[in-house]
């Protein structure tokens, strides 16, 4: 517990000295999930520009990313982290390159290879940019159940998110499915891709004996009390 906060006031300490010698910049949040904050720094000239330190923190105290921006760019080595605060990726946008990748422990999350396989083949599964947890958070806060869930036990609830990756690292299809028992609900959501930006498209494809191919990856979700996704 004491080297948890010890990482999290050195992170905060470092963000916040760094912000000292941007003069320029303006401090902002915003919440990127019910659990989910980041808090960066915008021009003051055009506050649509991210300039400085970054940093994301699960339930206001556990970072599952930080960084810097750059002229609105992610830039250098940037940090990713699990919800339980272990490191997760490193990866440097100067020279997009994954530097660092903890191994996956089972949980949620599940592949699936869009081709034939056989005993002996090497397979490498697709990766997202920003870890187990703060990659997904766009797939995640983009989808809303389409009713009204006052009044309705949303515990009942089990979610499944589905991402199709092309050959090319590319988003090529995103689908929920929502199902319920006791309300007798069973229903798949297929969204448009392109509601998502260019940066969010983008994987490390998986590949199979060194060539790439198409592959799926399945989250589990659960569903939150105001109908969004998240998972653990």
């Known amino acids: 517990m004491k080297i948890c906060y010890l990482l999290f006031y050195s992170i905060l300490f470092v963000t916040t000295c760094f912000a000292q010698d941007l003069p320029d910049t303006i401090e902002r949040k915003n919440k990127l999930s019910d659990s989910l904050t980041e808090k960066f720094y915008v021009l003051k000239n055009n ?22 921006y750059k002229n609105g760019k992610k830039s250098g080595l940037w940090q ?20 660092y990748e ?15 396989l056989k005993v002996g083949d090497r ?5 997202r940019i920003g870890g187990v947890y703060y990659g997904f958070i766009p797939y995640l806060s983009l989808f809303r ?13 089990e979610a499944y998110l589905e991402l199709l990756i092309s050959p090319m690292g590319r988003l090529a299809q995103y689908r929920v499915r929502i199902a319920s028992a006791l309300y007798q609900y069973d229903r798949i959501f297929t969204m448009d891709v392109k509601l ?31 109908g969004t996704l998240d998972f653990n």
């Open 80 to 99: 990713f982290y699990d919800s339980e605060g272990r490191l997760n990726e490193k990866y440097n946008y100067d020279l997009q390159k994954l530097t």
């Open 47 to 68: 506050p649509e520009i991210r300039q400085g330190p970054y940093i994301a923190l699960l339930d206001r105290k556990k970072p599952v990313a930080r960084g810097n």
């Open 123 to 127: 397979l490498t599964r697709p990766l």
């Open 196 to 226: 998502f930006s260019d940066e969010d498209r983008g994987f490390i494809p998986a590949t199979k004996n060194g060539e790439n191919v198409m592959s799926r990856i399945l989250i589990k979700c659960y569903v939150t009390p105001s």
């Open 102 to 116: 903890a191994p996956l422990e089972a949980g949620n999350f599940s592949f699936l290879f869009d081709d034939s």
């Open 145 to 157: 159940v389409p009713f009204d869930p006052y009044d309705i036990n949303m515990e009942a609830f």
